[in-house]
């Protein structure tokens, strides 16, 4: 559970975060990335909002707005009145005709940790004037309520286009976006066009409602297809997709496409038996209809009044009831609906309380947006310092600003390659788009060079090394992007071979770590694969840390590791190109390690999906000697299991598949079995070739790929009854 903070502590720390890595930064260079920051904002969210164009993500834009509030909040004489900290963003298009709102449309204020939203707790409860301390430990309140206790309540955010729908005695006759929230668009003509939003509303009353129009996430998919066949520009996302299908002058578009619209709120409410009358400053208005008094309530007289609201919702709930909420809809439940859910909204119960607390100059004060984690954020590229792999090959790697992403701290990401830094010209203190999702190792995968100040600097790949060993020389691979040590062996090297051999993806001696295996070389007990084979119960108690039960666990898991299949053998030897599709391949086709040590580089090559470099690599590894006599040791501990010939017929049979994400009923490894069994082949990576994705909890950047591709997406359900067939 969360500690309690007070409202000043987590303001406090919010800046600190904000301006790490910036602490020796003068006024002049503190000016300089608040203006950058405000300028890059306003861009970003006059493409998505006025255009319907995302050059980053929505995560990367929540990012930088992100550190410009924490700027400015570190930093209170940086804020300018035109900061898009102080504004409701958006504007309206020329084609459009413009109409100005009844009643002022503002946006959320975002919150992004469990702490955000204690700071949040607390800040209602002052300007409540209620005493004691919020968190996530409160009880829940009475039926009744109880007046000392805050009450709120959690919706599902909707990743889509706000929208506000006024009825005049019954009948819809406007449709707007929020523009700025002064002015909007009239988009009327493409709203009666959805299904789901009535023309006609049960009772005859007069009524102003906010609500969100998206586009199914299948509907995307199949328009990307459509989209796709006549080269036409893919939508990034559902949300764009929607906005750009409502913002046409032609409602015909809007119509033949999957659009549909939850209603979350109500402005302004009417029998008609008078004239509304704006109440205070809070732009809710009144007349002789009586006001619903709680949000409960007026989600309950929006659907009595035909209007579609969302069902998954809490009220009268406690933080931890809402942290739980949040916790949920980040995973499996948020993959079951066909719409984008990118976080919870948190509201005061009472619209009492809601009209005492106010607005501020953008966002209402009794309400704020609960994001989930960011699988792509902002950050600053501090260095680039080198790491030895298991293969030799010299890996570019990225010191970063410590930054959250996906639910973890990043301080670190790979870049690939010389080449990859080349095309996307990354340079050391560049700002930069980060992504990781899952399992997935963090990586750049944008500059965003409106930020360059001139002072950033071009890396060069470096000649030599001291992790290399020997010399030191680091020589490019001929043909290939990648370098490697010229003089093999170095520790680091080595240790990353070992490492690899014990991991889940070869032998799977769980318990033999990266912390481990480090101690058993620092110690000379393990140098190559066969030495984890001889080790013995008094040497591993003498290391520090090893208890009796720890010892025993140990060796238990070697032991177990003794009957691998040759698939798995052949992913363990590090040999260069040589991943688990491609050991499989060579598995199958040989039967036995010893029929491939002899097989000549043409019959390899001959192989469907290897080809002539990855055949040239395996007879080079099987040509080197201390390989050999390193394999001859090894086996003679092992007893290896023939692979099962390859399945050519079943009901994936000629079928591409990519898993993703976490199955309930399925490890990842299990899945891919599964579709090799079903006469499927499995890929790593999403592309137009891929028949399908079968994407569980948390399924990320491949999910993403899939729907910008158009390529078909299935739960784990469905793809279990696939199998079946």
């Known amino acids: 559970m969360a500690a309690k903070k007070s409202n000043k502590e987590a303001g406090k720390e919010s800046a600190e975060r904000s301006v790490r890595g910036m602490d020796n930064a003068d006024q002049k260079e503190l000016e300089q990335r608040a203006a950058q920051l405000r300028a890059a904002v306003e861009n970003y969210r006059t493409l998505q909002h006025e255009k319907d164009e995302s050059p980053i993500s929505p995560e990367a834009l929540d990012s930088l707005k992100r550190e410009l509030a924490e700027l400015e909040e570190a930093h209170p004489e940086l804020r300018t009145k035109d900061s898009p900290t102080q504004h409701v963003s958006g504007g309206v298009l020329p084609e459009l005709k413009k109409t100005k709102h009844a009643v002022p449309q503002w946006s959320l204020n975002d919150a992004f940790t469990k702490e955000d939203i204690i700071a949040f707790d607390e800040r209602v409860r002052k300007a409540l004037g209620v005493g004691g301390t919020g968190g996530a430990d409160k009880g ?221 100059g953008k966002a209402p004060r009794f309400a704020i947006a609960f994001k989930f984690p960011a699988e792509q954020v902002t950050t600053v590229l501090e260095d680039i310092s080198l790491n030895v792999g298991r293969t030799g090959v010299v890996t570019p790697v990225a010191h970063l600003r410590p930054v959250s992403v996906a639910g973890t701290t990043v301080a670190r990401a790979t870049l690939h390659n010389e080449d990859f830094i080349k095309e996307k010209d990354i340079r050391i203190g560049d700002t930069v788009i980060l992504q990781k999702a899952g399992d997935i190792i963090p990586e750049i995968v944008q500059v965003l060079p409106e930020f360059r100040t001139g002072k950033e600097k071009k890396w060069k790949f470096p000649t030599h090394s001291a992790l290399c060993g020997g010399d030191g020389r680091i020589e490019r691979v001929p043909g290939m992007a990648a370098h490697r040590c010229a003089v093999r062996g170095s520790f680091s090297e080595q240790l990353g071979k070992l490492i690899h051999f014990a991991g889940k993806h070869a032998l799977d001696i769980d318990g033999m770590g990266e912390k481990t ?197 299935i739960d784990e359900g469905e793809f279990q009854r696939r199998l079946k067939k």
């Open 140 to 360: 829940a309140p009475s039926a009744k309520g109880d007046a000392s206790e805050p009450r709120y309540a959690a919706e599902l955010k909707i990743d889509g286009l706000h929208i506000v729908l006024t009825y005049e005695n019954g009948e819809l006759v406007r449709a707007a976006t929020r523009g700025d929230g002064k002015i909007g668009e009239d988009v009327t003509h493409a709203i009666r066009t959805i299904k789901n939003v009535p023309q006609i509303l049960t009772r005859p009353v007069d009524l102003i409602c906010e609500g969100e129009v998206y586009m199914t996430r299948s509907g995307l998919v199949k328009l990307n297809k459509e989209r796709a066949k006549e080269s036409l520009p893919l939508f990034a996302n559902p949300r764009n997709a929607a906005a750009g299908s409502i913002r046409q002058l032609d409602p015909r578009i809007a119509a033949a496409r999957p659009i549909f619209m939850f209603l979350y709120d109500i402005d302004a409410l009417s029998d008609g038996s008078e004239k509304e009358k704006e109440k205070g400053n809070q732009g809710k208005t009144s007349s002789t209809l009586e006001w619903p008094q709680t949000q409960s309530e007026e989600l309950a007289l929006l659907a009595e009044l035909g209007l579609p609201t969302n069902p998954h919702t809490l009220h009268n709930t406690t933080l931890e009831q809402v942290f739980s909420l949040w916790e949920k809809w980040q995973g499996k439940a948020r993959d079951k609906e066909d719409y984008q859910i990118d976080g919870v909204v948190l509201k005061l119960e009472s619209r009492e309380g809601q009209e005492k607390l106010g607005y501020t």
């Open 517 to 713: 295996m480090q101690l058993l070389m620092e110690k000379n007990l393990v140098g190559e694969f066969d030495d984890l084979f001889d080790l013995t119960r008094d040497e591993l108690l003498a290391l520090p840390g090893f208890k009796d039960k720890s010892v025993d666990n140990l060796l238990s898991a070697i032991e177990a590791a003794k009957k691998p299949t040759l698939d798995r053998l052949l992913v363990g030897l590090s040999i260069l190109h040589v991943g688990e599709e491609t050991a499989l391949l060579l598995a199958q086709k040989f039967g036995t390690i010893e029929k491939l040590s002899q097989a000549k580089e043409e019959e390899i090559a001959n192989i469907k999906g290897i080809g002539e470099v990855v055949a040239r690599s395996v007879r080079a590894w099987f040509s080197d000697e201390q390989n050999t006599q390193m394999l001859e040791r090894l086996l003679s501990h092992l007893t290896v299991q023939h692979a099962e010939a390859e399945v050519t017929d079943g009901p994936l049979a000629r079928k591409t598949v990519v898993v993703t994400g976490t199955l309930e009923n399925f490890s990842r490894e299990e899945a891919e079995e599964a579709v090799r069994k079903a006469g499927g082949a499995v890929a790593g990576s999403v592309s137009k070739n891929t028949s399908f994705v079968v994407a569980g909890e948390n399924a990320g950047s491949k999910r993403a790929k899939a729907e910008e591709l158009g390529v078909e997406i």
